[in-house]
């Protein structure tokens, strides 16, 4: 996961105007107790504008999306009922969702099934269990949650936001490609040990996935430093290094720690400095 600019105006044309409409025809369907619409998000439109702010890939894992699935628009605070999990009995329950977010520009992602629906999946400890952000949406303080539009200045969100957050600053990666909650000031970040639990960011496949791009990279880094080294120019190697870089690419806060880490006396001279 990496932190991903959402440019002024690259909402699709149309979209504030449609998510007024059903932002206004919901409410009266509140009024009567009737179920509530939500399609003005999903238009190609809105996908089409997602997937090229987030380079193809899941904001939460950075699998690349195309070739195997066309991935889903992602609510990063539901638009329906959102479940609450107790944090000491784990007793489930359900709240009112963020209905009037259901179409707003800002609140929309693009995720892979494996992070966003709720399924069970192996986890990195090899048990299996049901991994997907889905419903969840943790808060700092469950009391703080917004009933309405008012209401969201005191939420203080658990889960990760790549349009509003570093998540440089939450998750680290070890050797293997596993991930793990950074500790901020000394403390393990709340923010970064829920996002890795709900969206699944240990789940076993993706540790997998991590694991082999650890390889193809370390390979580039490796013959690089030796290029280096013996004062010759890594060419290829860093144009590959490069290339893995570029934040459409998969997994490159991965590729960003391996470079930080085995690059780091090398960074200013070769100009990598500018695409952490
Ligand atoms: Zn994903």
Known sequence: MIKISRPVGSAPPGLAKSAARELRSNREALKKNEKLAFNAYSSDAVKTALKKI?????AFCESLLLGNQPG???HYRPKGAVVVVDPVTHVKTTVAGYYWLAAKWSNLLVACADCNRPRTQTD?????RVIGKSSFFPLENESHRAANPKGM????????????????????FLH??????????????????AT????????????QMRSRHR???MAAIRHTVAALEAGHDPGADLDDLVAFMHPHEAYVALTRSLVKTHLSQYLHSLGLNQLL
């Open 72 to 74: 889903d628009i992602e």
């Open 215 to 217: 390889r193809i990279v």
């Open 124 to 128: 990195h400890d090899g048990d299996d």
């Open 54 to 58: 987030f380079g193809r890939k899941c």
């Open 196 to 207: 890795i639990h709900y969206c699944g960011l240990a789940r076993i496949e993706l540790l």
């Open 153 to 172: 200045g005191l939420e203080v969100p658990l889960l990760l936001n790549p349009c509003e957050d570093d998540p440089a600053e939450h998750l680290e």
């Open 176 to 193: 293997d490609g596993r991930v793990q909650a950074a500790r901020v000031a000394g403390v393990i970040s709340p923010k970064g040990d």
